[in-house]
DNA sequence: TATACCAATCTGGTTAACCAATTTAAACGT
DNA sequence: ACGTTTAAATTGGTTAACCAGATTGGTATA
C-alpha cells in the first residue's frame, strides 16, 4: 500500500476529518447513548483511512468522554445525549492549540484557588514538602543561580497539597508550556528573585497558617508582574475583584 | 509470544512502571535538556515490555510537555531542567483519577472566571449562538422535558466566548463526567427548570450588557445548590470571597 | 416452549514486519 | 588531509497479521 510521511498538523486533520464522521454517522444512523459503533475495521473501511487513524480518533473522543470502548467488545456511545454530544464534537473540532495568553490567565486562576485551598486543606505531609520545594528555592537563589526550576517545583507542592486532583492535573498539563516562554515573560525572574523569597516565604506562612484569604492576596502580590501582563490592555474592569 | 490481556488499571500501571523507568534511565544517563532518548525499541527490550507500552508512555509523557519525538530522528527531553522534569515525573506518576467533587469545584471555578471573560470578550457572534442555546433551553423546559443537555451546551457557548482556548478544553473535559453523575447532584434540576430559565436569562443579560461583575454574581446564584455541596462542610471560610 | 450449551464469528488489543526520512560513517576524489 | 558524496544503519511512524475474550445464533435437551 502507498505509504506517506504526514506532518504533524496534516495528521491532525486527518484526525479531525475522522471525528467529523464519526458524529456524521452517529447522526446519520440515529445512534443513541450506550449504543455501539461499527468496529474499528469497518469504519476504516467506510472512512478510507488506517485502522490506526481510526483508533486514535477514538481514543481522543474516549478522553473527552464523549465514546468508551470495551475490550473484545466494541466502542459504545457514552451517557450523554444526543445534543449534548452533537456540542461536544463541535467544540472539540472547533478547539486551537491555547495561545500564551490564555495559559497564563488559566495559571493565575487556578493557582489563586489552589493556594486557598491549600491553606484549608493541608495536612503536616504538605507542609514538609512545600518547605522542602521553599528552601531548594532559596538556596538556589541565594548562591546567584538560576531557581526557576525551584520556583515551579513550589507552585506545584502547592497544587498537590490542594487535594483538588482535577486541578492539580491542569497545573500540569499547562506549567511546561508556560516555562518554555519563560525566558520572554518570567514569573519569578531572576532579577526578582531575591524579592521572590520573601513573596514564597509569605505564601509559605499563610498556608501554615491556614489563612486562605491572606494566602490568595500574596499569590497575588507574588503574580503582580504577570498579573499586569495579562490584563493590560482590553479588560481593565477585572482587575478588580 | 505468550500474550496476557490486561484490564485498564493493570495497564495503567504498566505504563506507569515504564513511565518510571525511563525517568530513572535520564537521571542515570544524566541525560539533559534536548539530548535523545534511546530509540523505542531498545526502550522495550531493556524493560521488557512491548514496543508499542513503550509509545504510549512516551506520548503521555509528550502531552504533559516532558518529551516531544521527531519522526525518523528521536525522542527528545524537553527544554526543562532536570529538577523541573524530575518533579513533574513524580506528580504525574502519583496523579489519581479525580474525583467528583474536585470536578464539581474546578467547574465552579472556571465557569465564575468565563463568564467574565465572554461578558468582556463577546462578540455579537458569540451573543447569537448564546441566544441560540438559551432558545433550545427555554423551549425543552416549557414543554415540560428534561433540558440538561441544552443546559450543558448554553454553558459551554460561554466558554467559547470567553475566548480562552485553555480553559474551554478545560470545561469540556471535565463536563462529561459531571453529566454522568448528573442525576445525583443536579446543577439545573428538572425541578429547578422553570428558575433556571430566569437564572440563564440573567446571565445573557449581563453578558450582553458587558457586564462581568454582573455576569460572575448571577452564575453563582445559578450554581447555588452545586456550590452548597461542595462547600458544605470542612471548607467552610471560603464561601466568603 | 423455554433453557442450556456450543461453535462460529466478531471485537478491541497486541505483536511483528515493513516504510521512508534521517542520521551516521565510510569511501572517494581532490 | 580535508571536503564531498554515497551507502548502510537507525529512527519514529505505519500497516498488516494475530490473539484471546466476548458476542451471537442455532441446536439440542429438558
Redesign the pocket.
Known amino acids: ?6 506532518t504533524k498538523s496534516e ?1 491532525e486533520d486527518v484526525q479531525k476529518n475522522i471525528i467529523s464522521k464519526i458524529r456524521d454517522l452517529i447522526n446519520y444512523k440515529n445512534l443513541e447513548p450506550d449504543d ?7 469504519l476504516s473501511e467506510k472512512f478510507g ?5 481510526v ?1 486514535e480518533a ?2 481522543k473522543l474516549e478522553f473527552f468522554g464523549i465514546l468508551n ?7 459504545f456511545i457514552a451517557n450523554i445525549g444526543a445534543i449534548a454530544m452533537n456540542g461536544m464534537f463541535d467544540d472539540i473540532l472547533r478547539l486551537e492549540d491555547p495561545d500564551f495568553k490564555s495559559l497564563v490567565e488559566t495559571r493565575i486562576l487556578l493557582e489563586l484557588k489552589t493556594v486557598k485551598l491549600a491553606s484549608l486543606r493541608r495536612t503536616e505531609e504538605d507542609l514538609k514538602e512545600l518547605r522542602g520545594a521553599l528552601d531548594a528555592y532559596n538556596e538556589k537563589v541565594l548562591a546567584g543561580k538560576d531557581a526557576v526550576e525551584e520556583d515551579l517545583l513550589f507552585h506545584l507542592a502547592i497544587a498537590k497539597a490542594s487535594k483538588n486532583s482535577s486541578m492539580n492535573t491542569f497545573m500540569l498539563i499547562i506549567t511546561p508550556e508556560i516555562i518554555t516562554n519563560f525566558e520572554k515573560y518570567h514569573v519569578c525572574d531572576a532579577n526578582q528573585s531575591f524579592l521572590g523569597i520573601q513573596e514564597h516565604e509569605d505564601i509559605y506562612e499563610a498556608i501554615k497558617n491556614k489563612d486562605p484569604r491572606s494566602a490568595k492576596e500574596k499569590m497575588k502580590i507574588h503574580f503582580k508582574t504577570l498579573y499586569q501582563y495579562c490584563y493590560n490592555s482590553t479588560d481593565k474592569k477585572e482587575n478588580k475583584q
Chains 1, 2 share one sequence.
Open positions: 500500500m502507498r505509504v506517506e510521511i504526514l495528521n455501539k459503533l461499527p468496529s474499528e475495521r469497518m483511512v488506517s485502522r490506526n487513524n483508533r477514538i481514543q470502548s470495551r475490550p473484545q467488545s466494541g466502542t
